[in-house]
Each structure stands twice: as structure tokens, then as C-alpha cells.
């Protein structure tokens, strides 16, 4: 490639920097699209052929869509210039033959340098000394090896001061990769492989990987990576490509200083899409060692896959990932028929396992199923996926889990949460879950503080921001929840559960009418979530409105026929309203149900008003849960 740089309009492409530089905007080019802009330039105002474009690109690659490559190359390159195809002012396209590059280019050499001129110590002036006899020998030979050492010595120095700074990388984030098949249906690979990248990566101690949510929202995006990298406040990026053709797959991907803008690693896989798993965890491995992590034989083993499952089911799995992320009904319940077929072709494929079983943990936060069906399943799926292999953390994560909520069994909930935690060290979920077990049983200090780590490694995500603001709230901490929450809110407006827990804020700071607000927007988001009406059943009721409290009560028994509604939700109400004996009845129901919400009567404030019952206490006793 060119090692020249061009100006051209308001423009300069300074290549040795791979960057397109506007004014204070600068865009980083991958390599193909800076290839192809370079010889474009090259030949300003004339047609560049397709074939000679190909040429540049991939010289004598045989495994490529041509085509396809170039078409997403011109497209990227028009996004950084804000160009159109429709009405060209930079490139124009000429249909089955080429491209034109419209405007005319300056270019400029590269300033040429005598060599002996850089190292100016390494030159020394003539000097005219006067006419005497010469020296002996032995004498010269001395000289001159001072003169070596000297010389070696100042070269020594000169390596030691002007060598570029490395960052210390404690923090990275992968980048989304691109799709370069521009098939719509190939988005679950390029993001499953992203996923999974990031799940790899989250296992290496003492680093801090940014989550998914935080990164998804720089896909496509044009902003410069430094400005990604300070948002997200990490010292290094991963970015990269991904193309699958025919039964070959091939991956970009490189690695990014963020405080000097440079490349410190690129390499260029590709492999058989059978082999895709393996490849996965060869980049990964590969990332570690040049960041300069030195990874113990353990910790190697971890990165690599004890059971290879057969390409089709790895697929069906990516699917079933790619539907997760989504976090709705019916990805979720999408998500389960595609882990469902990933564990038909390959019955031991553990990570299909351990998909299922998160799915089947949140499908009662989503008013899928039952808490005893949901987490039953969840259950037995963790374990057979531990079974297959013990080192997935998020498995341990998710059997924490049903050891709290629905076994209260809080000492072996614990012991999983951290065996997840040092499985997965940058796993954000294991860290939310694990403050929320933390703050139930009253370690309200450490439940904040693993919360704030949580919102670390998904500083992008509404859900997370929204999790410190709970966490916040139930350590009774309402002045910072507020701005807290008001932030995630801020992120995603029409995030319900923000609303509800701003609105359970505002009850214990006194402000009854802005609490209903909040409630009442959780209602409407959410489409009427039974958990979300019980809220404002309980706002109504403190702000003296019993009425409308008792009228969504009766809702709630008739969605109940339909759903499941949490008998803790209806004892919430009637506390608000006063009626103690109706609020026990309902939580004694919650209590033969196991409901998971039972594990939160030792933090929340709404209860307030039973804690000097003796029920009460009798009741945290038969949950588990430590005394007040």
C-alpha cells in the first residue's frame, strides 16, 4: 500500500495512520476500504476498474466474495466521507465496470531523510588535529574499543528513551464485527462470534472486559476509536471482520491503543467453519498474550473448548445467543427452541446447556412461566451443563441463583456466586446477581460496591445503571439513587423497571405523586406487568387512595387466571393500605410457592410497616434469611 498521503476537498487521508482526517473529525479506515480509497486516488478522475480494485485487495486470494467485499468497502468509505451514490461528490459508480473518483487529489511523497541524519550522536564533526607521530597500536586498539562501548552505549540510550510508550492494558472492549457477507441473515455468526469473543475474554483475571450491551451501540457506528475508548474508559479496542463463504470462515481482527491511536496487533484467520470454535479461542489467546497477560496452564485450558460440538450445532447455538440479546417474550422463547435443537445435534455441547438454563432464569421476570417450572429447569440445566464442563461461569452464576430464589439455600448461593466471579471475572451479570444476594441478607455496603463493579464492565447499559439504582435505593441511599436512576432513564426512556424503582424512591422521599407518575409509566411501558400495577396499587394506597388500590387488586386476581402474579406483589398492596393480616396471608402464600421475590423481606423499604410483627421475623426465619 501507499505509503503517500492525499488531500482532496476538505479532506486529508494520512495512510500510515490508516485515518480520515476533516477538521478536528477523524475516522479510522479498515484496511480493505483504505486500500481501496488509496487507489482510487491514485488515479483521481478516472476509472478504476472492479477487476483491477480486486487486484489490490486481495492480490491472489482465492476465498472471497470479490463482488460483495468491494460493494461494503465503497459503502464504508462514502459513510466516512457523507457521500451518496445516488447524488456522488467523491466517488461516482459506473455500472458493471467500476468506480471514478471525482475530484482531484494532492498528493504528497513521504519527506526522504539521510539515514545518518536521524541519529545525529551517531555522526561526529571533522576535527583537525595537529601533526604528530602516530600512536602505537596497542594504543589504537584501546581507542577504539572505548569508542565502540561509547557508541554502544549512546545506541543503548538512544532505544531506551525513543521507543514508543506502551500502555499498561487493564480494560478492554471488543468492537462488534462486521459482517462483510452483507447478508442480513449472517448477522446472528458476526454477533454470536463478537459474544463469544467477549465471553473468552471475560476469563482472564485481572482484566476488565467491557460487556455486550455496552458495545453493541458502536455498531456501524463512525465515531473515532480514542472517543469510543474514553466512553467506555478502557485502554485498548478489538475490532475487526468477519466473512463466511461457503465452508470457509475468515477473521480480521486487530488490536488498538487507545491512548496513541496505533495498532499493536492485527492477524488474519481463516478457517473451515467446522473449525469455527476452535478459532474463536485461538484469537482470544492470541489477544491475551499481546496485551502481555501471562496466563497460567489453567487459565490457558480455559480459553480453549474441552468438547468440540459439530458445526451445526454451534450455529443453532449463535441463533439461540442472538435471540437472548434481544430480551423480549418472544426472542426468549425463540432463544429456547434454538438451544433446544443445538443440544438435539449434539447432546453434550455444554454451552447450549448453559444457555437454556439462563433463558429459563429470567422467563418469570418476564411473566413466561411459574418460578418453580422456570427455575426447575434453569436448575437442572446448569447442572448438566457443569456436568459437561465446570468452568463456565455463567452456569455457576445461574445455579446461584436458583439456590437463592428459589431454594433459599444463601450459604451454597454464595459459594456458587463466587466460584462464577473467579471463573469470570469480568462477567457483569455474575457481579449484579451476586450484589443483589448481597444486599438481600444485609451486606448493603458490599451489595452497592459489587453493584458499582457490575455497571463497570456494562457502562452502556440502561439495565445495569438501573441495577446500581435499586441497589442504591435498598441500602436506603434515595438522594444518590435518584440521579442514579435518572441517568438509566435518561439512556432508555422507555425502560419500565427504572421507572418503578424511581417510583419506589420518591414513595420513601414523600413525593406520593411523583411516585404514582413513575409507577404508572412502568405500567403503561411494560403493558401492564403485574409487578408494575403492584406498585401503583401500593402508591395509591399510601397516598390515601384506596379505591383505585383495591380496583387493581381485582385486576390482578384476574390476571392471575391468565399468568402468574407474585402473591409478595399483592401482600405489597395490602401493606400500603394497612391491612397487616391480608399482607401475611399473602406472603405465606409466596412462602409455600417459593416465590422469588420472597428474598427480598429483609431490605425493602415498602415493608416497612410489618417489621415489628412478630410474623415477620418468624417468616424471614422459615426463608433463611438473618434476623433484623
Known amino acids: 500500500m501507499s505509503e503517500r498521503n492525499y488531500r482532496f476537498a476538505d479532506f486529508e487521508l494520512v495512510v500510515s495512520e490508516a485515518e480520515l482526517r476533516n477538521g478536528n473529525l477523524r475516522v479510522r479506515l479498515q484496511q480493505k476500504p483504505l486500500i481501496l480509497l488509496t487507489t482510487l486516488l491514485d488515479h483521481p478522475q478516472r476509472l478504476v476498474p472492479r477487476e483491477q480494485l480486486r487486484e489490490c485487495m486481495w492480490g491472489n486470494e482465492t476465498f472471497v466474495d470479490y463482488e460483495q467485499g468491494i460493494n461494503v468497502a465503497v459503502k464504508k468509505i462514502r459513510d466516512a466521507l457523507g457521500d451518496s451514490s445516488d447524488e456522488p461528490k467523491y466517488i461516482q459508480t459506473v455500472a458493471k465496470k467500476g468506480y471514478r473518483f471525482l475530484l482531484p487529489v494532492e498528493v504528497m511523497e513521504p519527506r526522504k531523510t539521510d539515514p545518518d541524519a536521524e541519529i545525529g ?31 554502544l552505549a549512546s545506541l543503548l540510550l538512544y532505544i531506551r528513551f525513543q521507543r514508543p510508550k506502551v500502555t499498561q492494558i487493564k480494560a478492554i472492549a471488543v468492537l462488534p464485527l462486521e459482517n462483510l457477507s452483507n447478508d442480513p441473515e449472517q448477522e446472528y455468526f458476526a454477533d454470536g462470534m463478537t459474544d463469544e469473543l467477549i465471553t473468552d475474554l471475560a476469563k482472564i483475571p485481572h482484566l476488565r472486559v467491557i460487556s455486550r450491551t455496552s458495545v453493541i451501540r458502536y455498531k456501524n457506528a463512525l465515531k473515532p476509536l480514542p ?13 475487526g471482520t468477519i466473512l463466511r463463504a461457503g465452508g470457509r470462515v475468515r477473521i480480521r481482527v486487530q488490536l488498538i491503543d487507545a491512548e496513541t491511536d496505533s495498532h499493536l496487533w492485527a492477524e488474519v484467520y481463516e478457517r473451515d467453519l467446522r473449525d469455527t470454535l476452535s478459532l474463536q479461542n485461538e484469537v482470544a489467546s492470541a489477544i491475551a498474550q499481546h496485551i502481555n497477560l501471562e496466563l497460567t496452564p489453567k487459565r490457558a485450558t480455559s480459553l480453549s473448548t474441552p468438547h468440540q460440538p459439530s ?15 434481544k430480551r423480549t417474550r418472544d426472542s426468549l422463547r425463540k432463544s429456547i427452541e434454538y438451544f433446544e435443537r443445538a443440544i438435539q445435534q449434539d447432546p453434550d455441547y455444554a454451552l447450549a446447556h448453559e444457555g437454556l438454563a439462563e433463558t429459563y432464569t429470567v422467563l418469570t421476570d418476564y411473566d413466561v412461566l411459574a418460578p418453580n417450572e422456570s427455575y426447575s429447569k434453569a436448575k437442572a440445566e446448569a447442572l448438566k451443563a457443569l456436568e459437561l464442563d465446570d468452568s463456565l461461569g455463567p452456569a455457576h452464576a445461574t445455579l446461584a441463583t436458583v439456590k437463592e430464589e428459589l431454594e433459599w439455600d444463601w450459604t ?13 471475572p469480568s462477567y457483569a451479570t455474575a457481579h449484579q446477581w451476586y450484589s443483589e444476594y448481597l444486599l438481600r441478607i444485609g451486606r448493603l455496603e458490599e451489595g452497592v460496591a459489587e453493584m458499582k463493579l457490575a455497571a463497570e464492565l456494562d457502562p452502556g447499559s440502561p439495565l445495569m445503571n438501573a441495577e446500581l439504582g435499586g441497589a442504591l435505593y435498598w441500602a436506603r441511599q434515595y438522594d444518590e439513587s435518584i440521579p442514579q436512576l435518572s441517568k438509566a432513564i435518561a439512556m432508555e426512556p422507555g425502560f419500565a423497571y427504572a421507572h418503578s424503582w424511581l417510583g419506589y424512591v420518591y414513595e420513601q422521599k414523600g413525593m406520593k405523586e411523583q411516585a404514582i407518575g413513575e409507577f404508572q409509566k412502568a405500567v403503561d411501558l411494560s ?102
Open 121 to 151: 550522536f551517531l555522526t561526529t564533526p571533522e576535527i583537525n588535529l595537529p601533526q604528530t607521530a602516530p600512536p602505537s597500536r596497542g594504543w589504537i586498539d584501546r581507542i577504539s574499543a572505548i569508542a565502540l562501548l561509547l557508541l
Open 227 to 239: 472517543e469510543i475508548a474514553r466512553e467506555l474508559n478502557v485502554d485498548a479496542v478489538v475490532e
Open 311 to 325: 458445526f451445526e450445532a454451534y450455529s443453532e447455538y449463535l441463533q439461540g445467543r442472538y435471540e437472548w440479546n
Open 412 to 424: 451454597g448461593a454464595g459459594q456458587e456466586f463466587e466460584r462464577a466471579i473467579e471463573l469470570s
Open 527 to 628: 403493558g401492564g406487568a403485574s409487578g408494575f400495577l403492584a406498585a401503583l396499587g401500593h402508591a395509591y394506597a399510601i397516598a390515601g387512595n384506596n379505591a383505585e388500590s383495591r380496583k387493581i387488586i381485582r385486576k390482578l386476581q384476574a390476571l392471575s387466571s391468565r399468568s402468574y402474579v407474585s402473591p409478595y406483589d399483592m401482600a405489597i398492596i395490602y401493606t400500603g393500605i394497612g391491612e397487616k393480616d391480608q399482607a401475611f396471608d399473602w406472603l405465606s402464600i409466596g412462602y409455600r410457592l417459593h416465590d422469588p421475590a420472597m428474598d427480598m423481606l429483609k431490605v425493602e423499604p415498602a415493608l416497612d410497616p410489618l417489621r415489628s410483627d412478630l410474623r415477620f421475623h418468624q417468616l424471614l426465619q422459615r426463608v433463611g434469611l438473618p434476623p433484623l
